[in-house]
């Protein structure tokens, strides 16, 4: 392999980490966001990529076809904890905090009733986000995995040796062709559309619960909850209506003018 | 570039102001700024164009920066150039429905341009959303419109390439909107989500392995900070649009109302181009060409790029095409 072709994407992969502590501030140096986060996915890339690249031009056929296949596995491993909608809140749903326990089908009586059916319907809108999420998740695995086998046939034969610094970029723009193309067909199917819808829906209804907690709090404490302002913008809103009908009763129609080319005389603004 | 310039360009074009052409506010209402444009060449003394832009991003997209904006384009061909800015939705706002925006906000813009210039009438540009939205009006107040421009605006929102629509066909979007507004961040993963492969990694990899120099850079920060720049969504509105277009596909079906009053877009004659971006995967191509078999409009124009949806605003090809597409297609009306 070309040591300059190495050095330049060692220097790319150098590139996505930070370089002070202010830039660490700016962009997520702690490698949790911003282009800091990217620094390892490089450097594993150009790993990955070397050692394909080696064994494709150096190896016999079926060991440059394992080579392929290790390298494709090895990107589908990569993308798959990736973070979507579903596992970062799309709906108010929180993906990553324990459901609350269980509180069973058991009939809700007695003077906290209505508190006993709300949690059990926030028990069950959490059991649904998680089902939705682990079916998500199965769908991007899957497309994962197709995206994987449809790299890997396109790697075969053993690529040429040879390889410039283009070639390694086409590799990588190749994966992501890939893994488009293999997501679209996902995404587009009934069982990915059902599970997204789900997630959503259930998420809904989870935050709905919620907010009729924390609204049955604040009456309490006597602070003033959504309900109240979204009663009050309501009204404001009917006020605001009657007075732009009285307003707009009152003045002359604008079409008045029959003209349809500027005025001579230039208007003000 | 070295690394440390390269994340100094990076820490500085951050802090861009996007935007670079002259502008005058000329009217408001609540959030809304209504922009006119200071001419940059010789004003060819037609009717003004005001351009209706989406409501789930910002307009400055369309005047990002000298090199790429259809705002400087069209001033440089001479067009009196109008901008509607919806600012951005709050909580006091999540009861503004489809008929405020176009009926209260839309039709206030319309009407204070018309009374300024003492006209009767002018020309629309709709974008993305915005089309939708100017169709409306057009076939609301007809004699306010004399010609209707729509670009990369989806009109069939059930074509078998649109995903978006797909995605949300089986969403409970009232118990989605829940009265309050919609989080443009949630929708800005969602968009991310139609390919997350090119939006999330590819792009940012090609900006690094491009060894960019501080213009490209800052073409790129931009950008990025358009795209993350998405205000949230006023609920009713929201919903009200997901429902009707993309869950029910009423413009094709003949059944969208707004304030009570039917929209037919059978009953729109006036002129109209059609600008489509070939390779855009929010609107498909599909979504915007059935316009033509729903209008009873016998000046209708279709122009095709190949471009995709963000392409078509600020590609060094749609500087050079769709500005003057959009001048030579105005000139004779």
Same mark, same amino acid.
């Given at each position: 392999m070309d040591r300059d072709l190495w050095r330049q994407w060692q220097e790319l992969a150098s590139l996505w980490a930070p370089a002070t502590p202010d830039s660490q501030a700016r962009f997520g140096g702690d490698g949790a966001l911003g282009l800091g986060s990217f620094k390892d996915a490089a450097e594993r890339f150009t790993t990955a990529a070397r050692s394909f690249l080696d064994g494709a031009a150096d190896a016999s056929a079926p060991a440059a076809g394992e080579a392929a296949r290790a390298f494709s596995e090895f990107l589908r491993e990569q993308f798959a904890d990736y973070r979507l909608p579903w596992s970062s809140g799309i709906g108010a749903g929180s993906s990553n905090s324990a459901p609350p326990p269980s509180m069973g089908d058991s009939p809700a009586f007695g003077a906290t009733r209505e508190h006993q059916q709300r949690w059990q319907r926030m028990t069950e809108a959490s059991r649904r986000i998680d089902a939705a999420q682990r079916r998500l998740q199965r769908l991007w695995s899957d497309a994962l995995r197709e995206a994987a086998a449809a790299?890997?046939? #396109?790697?075969?034969?053993?690529?040429?040796?040879?390889?410039s610094a283009e070639?390694?970029?086409?590799?990588?723009?190749?994966?992501?062709?890939c893994a488009e193309e293999a997501y679209a067909r996902v995404a587009h199917g009934d069982a990915f559309c059902n599970a997204l819808a789900e997630y959503v829906n259930a998420s809904s209804q989870w935050r709905r619960e919620l907010q009729a907690g924390i609204e049955h709090l604040a009456k309490l404490l006597d602070l003033p909850t959504r309900s109240e302002i979204n009663t009050l913008t309501q009204r404001l809103k009917s006020v605001e209506q009657?007075? #732009?009908?009285?307003?707009?009763? #009152?003045?002359p129609r604008v079409a008045a003018a029959s003209r349809t080319r500027p005025a001579r005389r230039k208007a003000k603004q | 570039m070295t690394e440390a310039s390269f994340y100094a360009a990076l820490a500085a074009a951050s802090d861009g102001v996007a935007g670079c052409s002259q502008k005058d506010a000329v009217w408001e209402s609540g959030k809304l700024r209504l922009y006119r444009y200071r001419p940059i060449a010789r004003p060819t003394g037609g009717v003004p164009l005001l351009i209706v832009y989406a409501l789930v991003n910002r307009p400055y997209m369309l005047d990002l920066q000298e090199?790429?904006?259809?705002?400087?384009?069209?001033?440089?061909?001479?067009?009196d150039v109008y901008l509607i800015d919806w600012g951005y939705p709050d909580g006091a706002d999540r009861l503004t429905t489809l008929a405020d925006?176009?009926?209260?906000?839309? @039709? =206030?813009?319309?009407?204070?341009i018309l009374k300024a210039r003492r006209l009767s009438a002018l020309n629309l540009l709709g974008v993305c959303q915005g089309g939708v939205l100017s169709l409306c009006f057009a076939a609301l107040h007809p004699q306010r419109v004399r010609n209707l421009i729509t670009m990369v605006t989806p009109v069939d929102f059930h074509t078998p390439t649109d995903l978006l629509s797909k995605w949300v066909s089986k969403i409970d979007i009232a118990a989605w909107v829940n009265n309050g507004n919609v989080s443009g961040d949630a929708l800005n993963q969602l968009f991310l989500s139609l390919m997350p492969f090119r939006l999330t990694q590819q792009k940012y990899m090609h900006l690094l392995a491009?060894?960019?120099?501080?213009a490209q850079i800052e073409n790129f920060m931009r950008v990025e900070q358009w795209i993350f720049d998405s205000p949230d969504q006023a609920g009713a509105a929201f919903r009200e649009f997901v429902t009707w277009f993309y869950q029910e596909n009423r413009l094709v079906q003949n059944c969208v109302a707004i304030g009570g009053r039917k929209i037919d877009l059978r009953a729109l004659r006036l002129p109209m181009l059609n600008l489509i971006g070939t390779r855009d995967h929010l609107v498909p191509p599909n979504a915007s060409l059935a316009l033509q078999r729903l209008v009873?409009? @016998?000046?209708?124009?279709?122009?095709?790029?190949?471009?995709?949806?963000? =392409?078509?605003?600020?590609?060094?090809?749609a500087q050079r095409e769709v500005p003057a597409a959009i001048a030579n297609w105005l000139a004779p009306r």
């Open positions: 790299f890997a046939a #396109r790697l075969a034969p053993p690529h040429p040796s040879g390889v070639a390694l970029r086409k590799l990588y723009d190749a994966w992501i062709d009657l007075l #732009r009908a009285a307003q707009n009763k #009152r003045k | 090199d790429r904006s259809l705002i400087r384009g069209l001033l440089a061909q001479g067009v925006y176009i009926d209260d906000y839309l @039709a =206030g813009c319309v009407n204070q491009g060894s960019p120099d501080r009873g409009s @016998a000046d209708y124009t279709a122009l095709e790029f190949d471009l995709g949806h963000i =392409g078509m605003y600020i590609s060094a090809r």
